[in-house]
T-cell receptor, first 114, second 113 residues
Framework: DAGVIQSPRHEVTEMGQEVTLRCKPI?????LFWYRQTMMRGLELLIY????????DSGMPEDRFSAKMPNASFSTLKIQPSEPRDSAVYFC????????????FGPGTRLTVT | GENVEQHPSTLSVQEGDSAVIKCTYS??????FPWYKQELGKRPQLIID?????GEKKDQRIAVTLNKTAKHFSLHITETQPEDSAVYFC????????????FGKGTHLIIQP
């Protein structure tokens, strides 16, 4: 099993540009989570999906952030327009809520907005 | 929403000694409490977890205790080793694997040789 896959691993962009982060959950998992990690705010839940349906997006900081899960194998997190304060490591995690509570994290995408 | 407080922020112990990290949560509906270990530049990885119907769980040198009345749970690491040096995060959620996690701010554990 390849685990949770995220791309890109590193992204450097200029303020105002659109950024799209991608995630492929572990095959068979039915829950997918997006987290953001910064030194100041720690690990924060942004949004999560169960069976491809968004359940709670109250952690999405602003309307500039949006997330989709068009199918069980793929999710995107988009920031448009990006700002320097969006710089962080963005983690995607997945779980099979019917079998185990454990959330498996991907390697993360380090985003730098200049 | 849920709020998780974690203490201490930094903990330095001698190799071979025990380490204890404590967390409190605010939402009495929370029923799942995992602990994650994160090494520098790496992803968080689950080391142990406990559900609200259990008071204590142990896995080799690691144990977790839960006090639902006090809304308090703790991580205990015995016989610490250099490879235990990392940042440890506690978390809580109300819906098990189908619910997002609320994390504590983390504890930087330093094992002194």
């Amino acid at each position: 099993d390849a685990g949770v896959i995220q791309s890109p691993r590193h992204e450097v962009t200029e303020m105002g540009q659109e950024v799209t982060l991608r995630c492929k959950p572990i095959s068979g998992h039915n829950s997918l989570f997006w987290y953001r990690q910064t030194m100041m705010r720690g690990l924060e839940l942004l949004i999560y999906f169960n069976n491809n349906v968004p359940i709670d997006d109250s952690g999405m900081p602003e309307d500039r952030f949006s997330a989709k899960m068009p199918n069980a194998s793929f999710s995107t997190l988009k920031i448009q327009p990006s700002e320097p304060r969006d710089s962080a490591v963005y983690f995607c995690a997945s779980s099979h809520s019917g079998i185990s509570y454990e959330q498996y994290f991907g390697p993360g995408t380090r985003l730098t907005v200049t | 929403g849920e709020n998780v407080e974690q203490h201490p922020s930094t903990l330095s112990v001698q190799e071979g000694d025990s380490a204890v990290i404590k967390c409190t949560y605010s939402d009495s509906a929370s029923n799942y409490f995992p602990w994650y270990k994160q090494e520098l530049g790496k992803r968080p990885q689950l080391i142990i977890d406990i559900r609200s119907n259990v008071g204590e769980k142990k896995d080799q040198r690691i144990a977790v205790t839960l006090n639902k009345t006090a809304k308090h749970f703790s991580l205990h690491i015995t016989e610490t080793q250099p490879e235990d040096s990392a940042v440890y995060f506690c978390a809580a959620s109300g819906g098990g694997g189908a619910d997002g996690l609320t994390f504590g701010k983390g504890t930087h554990l330093i094992i002194q040789p």
